[in-house]
């Protein structure tokens, strides 16, 4: 359970200050590699996704990898419901 978890009902009432102690609470409590690694390689379905984007990309003729095409790359892969 995460902390921020605790405090979904209230989310709609939180102010600036709130939400970014919250915000910091939340990060703070994630795992923590130290010392960190020299090189971080992205997982397989993160190469596959990106892959299928760049395929997207240039299907449009795009100049720049846009969101939509990222996300037409997961869910076409299923990633993303």
Not at 50 to 57: S, T, V
Request: net charge negative.
């Amino acid at each position: 359970m995460h902390a921020f978890e605790d405090h979904i009902p209230h989310l709609t009432c939180l102010t600036y200050l709130t939400y970014t102690s919250l915000i910091i609470t939340c990060l703070t409590s994630l795992t923590q590699v130290t010392p960190a690694p020299e090189d971080v390689y992205p997982s397989k379905d993160t190469t596959k996704v990106l892959d299928n984007a760049a395929k997207h990309m240039k299907d449009r003729k795009d100049s720049y990898l846009a969101v939509d095409s990222l996300i037409l790359a997961g869910m076409s892969m299923s990633l993303i419901i």
